[in-house]
């Protein structure tokens, strides 16, 4: 199966920027579908961004349009999402997820996951 690694959480201050990185263990093929979740604590996991290569469509959650953005590089196997403008809300464990199919915004319709990175924005 598909192995997933996020790397680039952390801590920073409202209005600050952070770029998440996630790496493929194989090929993210073109037809996959490649999104970003987060979940913050009490509360269930949430779609944020997707993007599929083959037809270079990308989806974002009304609460993040204008400030993230998902990009890939499929060559290094490894999906972006740069976030800007960041708030207090946006703390959570962010997910980097992969399907086979089209866009997706539901959870249960992403096969592989990766573990997780924090980020943490103060107040």
Do not use: H
């Given at each position: ?79 972006y999402l740069q976030m800007n403008s960041l708030k207090p809300e946006d703390t959570a464990v962010y997910y980097c997820a992969a399907r086979s199919g089209g866009i997706a915004t539901m959870s249960h319709e992403y096969a ?12």
């Open positions: 199966q598909v192995q997933l690694v996020e790397s680039g959480g952390g801590l920073v201050q409202t209005g600050g920027s952070l770029r998440l990185s996630c790496v493929a263990s194989e090929r993210t093929y073109s037809t996959y579908t490649m999104g970003w979740f987060r979940q913050a604590p009490g509360k269930e996991r949430e779609f944020v961004a997707a993007n599929r290569w083959i037809v270079g469509s990308t989806y974002y959650a009304d609460s993040v349009k204008g400030r993230f953005t998902i990009s890939r590089d499929n060559a290094k196997n490894t999906v592989y996951w990766g573990q997780g990175t924090q980020v943490t924005v103060s107040s």
